[in-house]
């Protein structure tokens, strides 16, 4: 190169401020074609994660918590290891609500303003989903939750922007008051943890069992708050009531409780009991040879009688990583991945709307079942009686 290449000092001292700023501004915009420019650059850019929030009730369920973050992080694993969501891996970024509704608003406030979320999955209580739905519905984000809960998630309080991949609760009540009418039995007593969701099962079951038995008696309900039974003292008032049939609603240390508590005084002799959580393989296990026999419930998974090529395949996988049997938390969280990841990979993520567009007018092969959805965000899957 030859010549003079400096620049001749009359435009460096004719230089003034406005004439500084837009060589600043023309320097800015060069950096960023130099950017666009680079192949390695731009790919990195694109390459940036695609991130979603979770939030379960960790410390206020943990025996279910497990299976259910063990099947998401299964479904990401998966997800990443096939490429990705067009070349971007799916993160998520999870967070115990410990079953409060108040920690649920904190960690989706944190999602929305510093993490810049805009789709969750998760929430197991009914009132948690209730007020994370709400959070949700106010400020342009997408949930979607395994478990089914009340049927105010979809009814009353529903909205554009929730999906729920298990049945809401009221199914449960159908299905168990149709049991209660083939067996006859006329007195009924209720135990149950005092929530949303508790209510909502027991009063459909109540409603449709007096429709196909006008002299069905309701003989006492005894409500409690959640992880703080009495079960000796509960038991009691519940015997006194002479009971033939007994619906039982609650959940981890609280079932245990009670089932120990009804054994040692004789309180499920003679009766027929029905609990929709009593199946869980989570709850049977610990209590062993207390576990009740023919009671009915609506949380079976009769995981080795479904044959489906997706199911065999996820029970493999699982069995294979954990060295357990996934149960019903696990199939749900590792469905929702799964589902969201192919919508994601079809539409914005960056838009909640788009994305459930896309799954409300699409079919899934998951998991145990071929799944569609229903316009206010309820999926096609069933439940195992």
């Not at 500084?20 to 192949?39: H, T, Y």
């Not at 519905?137 to 105010?152: E, P």
């Not at 996988?317 to 799964?338: I, W």
């Not at 192919?342 to 079942?369: C, T």
Request: charged letters at 25%; aromatic letters at 10%.
């Amino acid at each position: 190169m030859t010549g003079n290449t400096k620049m001749p000092p009359l435009i460096l001292t004719t230089l003034n401020k406005n004439n500084g700023q837009k060589m600043k501004k023309l320097a800015l915009v060069l950096a960023a074609l130099a950017f666009l420019a680079s192949p390695s650059l731009a790919a990195n850019a694109a390459k940036e994660p695609i991130r979603i929030g979770e939030l379960f009730a960790y410390t206020a369920i943990p025996d279910s918590a497990l299976k259910w973050k063990q099947g998401w992080e299964l479904a990401v694993e998966e997800v990443n290891a096939s490429g990705g969501i067009n070349g971007r891996k799916l993160e998520v970024i999870s967070r115990d609500d410990k079953g409060n509704p108040s920690e649920a608003i904190k960690i989706l406030e944190e999602y929305k303003n510093r993490e810049g979320i805009k789709i969750f999955f998760g929430t197991a209580h009914s009132h948690v989903g209730l007020a994370a739905s709400s959070f949700a519905k106010q400020n342009n984000m997408l949930i979607f939750r395994g478990y089914g809960g009340t049927s105010d998630l979809v009814a009353k309080d529903g909205h554009d922007l929730i999906l729920s991949l298990q049945p809401t609760c009221d199914t449960w009540g159908r299905i168990l008051a149709e049991k209660a009418k083939a067996s006859g039995k006329k007195r009924w007593a209720f135990v149950a943890a005092d929530y949303a969701m508790s209510r909502s099962v027991i009063d459909t079951f109540q409603t449709t069992l007096r429709e196909s038995m006008p002299d069905v008696e309701f003989v006492e309900t005894q409500y409690f708050p959640i992880g703080k039974l009495d079960a000796g003292a509960v038991t009691q008032v519940v015997a006194r009531s002479k009971p033939d049939g007994l619906f039982v609603v609650m959940w981890g240390g609280d079932y245990i409780k009670f089932v120990r508590e009804g054994n040692k005084r004789s309180l499920f002799e003679g009766k027929l009991v029905m609990g929709p959580y009593a199946g869980y393989d989570g709850y049977i296990k610990p209590l062993g040879k207390e576990a009740p026999i023919g009671w009915y419930s609506t949380d079976a998974y009769p995981l080795d009688q479904i044959q489906d090529p997706p199911h065999k395949a996820f029970v493999a996988r699982f069995r294979d990583k954990y060295r357990a049997n996934p149960d019903l938390s696990a199939l749900y969280a590792f469905n929702v991945v799964k589902i969201l990841a192919k919508a994601l990979e079809n539409v914005n993520p960056d838009d909640p709307a788009k994305v459930v567009a896309y799954i409300k007018s699409h079919r899934f092969e998951v998991a145990g079942d071929t799944l569609t959805f229903r316009a206010d965000g309820l999926s096609s899957m069933g439940d195992w009686a």
